[in-house]
């Protein structure tokens, strides 16, 4: 089936700092990537769909110069969090679409990022 | 009013019990559904997916769509320790790539 692989699962960085997150598809290309973020107890809120080759649509509230989407190629789109701070600590997870797949639900997420701002 | 509302939860079953879980949504244009499972600290995994009005069924799983009434409904029978996850729903308008809306997720706990 198809696999997406988010990395790193893990980071803390210093308040100030930007933090990149990358999101591959390995086994399919996938035009399509979408960004979430989770808060703790709370559901998947969409930031952005990124496609590759043009720049990325993000859903309103969602600061465009503070996340940096970048989708590169067909199978990796890249999330960087610039200027980093402690508010912005979350769970973000990347998805993307495999066309191979019924269209509908051919959504295969990634293991996530965990974000920690000190 | 959130167009997706999922009770969180937490719930805590016997082992062997059968689980219901549901959601609600506002949203007349969503016609495709789906039940994913995340466990701790991982991304959600796809479990079932419906379009339209219906039941579908696999396995120990039996996922169900009332339109009319905007209610959506998974069942989890003869259920595992291996259960215990975070079940959310999803729902979009059309296929081609829109864009998913999740309820919360509710925590279900499955006891020995």
Redesign the interface.
């Known amino acids: 089936g198809a696999v997406v692989s988010q990395h790193p699962s893990r980071v803390i960085c210093k308040s100030g700092t930007s933090v990149k997150i990358e999101c591959r598809s390995l086994d399919f290309q996938a035009t399509t990537m979408f960004w979430y973020r989770q808060f703790p107890k709370q559901s998947l809120m969409l930031m952005a769909t990124s496609n590759e080759g043009s720049k990325a649509t993000y859903e309103q509230g969602v600061e465009k110069d503070k996340f940096l989407i970048n989708h590169a190629s067909l199978t990796l789109s890249t999330l960087t969090v610039t200027s980093a701070h402690p508010e912005d600590s979350s769970f973000y997870i990347c998805s993307a679409r495999d066309w191979r797949i019924d269209t509908s639900y051919g959504y295969t997420f990634g293991s996530g990022t965990r974000l920690t701002v000190v | 009013q959130k167009e997706?509302e999922?009770d969180?939860g937490p719930l805590s079953v016997p082992e062997g019990a059968i689980v219901s879980l549901n959601c609600t949504y506002s949203n007349s244009a969503f016609q495709?559904f789906?039940w994913?499972r995340q466990y701790s600290?991982?991304?959600?995994?796809?479990l079932m997916?419906t379009?339209s009005s219906g039941n579908k069924e696999d396995g120990r799983f039996t996922a169900q769509v009332d339109k009319s009434s905007k209610y959506i409904s998974l069942f989890i029978r003869d259920s595992q320790p291996s259960d215990s996850a975070t079940y959310?729903c999803a729902m979009?308008a059309?296929?081609?790539?829109n864009?998913?809306t999740?309820?919360?997720?509710t925590?279900l706990k499955v006891e020995l």
Not at chain 2, 94 to 97: E, P, V
Not at chain 2, 102 to 105: N, V
């Open positions: 997706v999922q969180p495709y789906m994913y600290r991982k991304g959600p995994e796809l997916y379009y959310l979009s059309s296929g081609g790539g864009k998913l999740f309820g919360t997720g925590q």
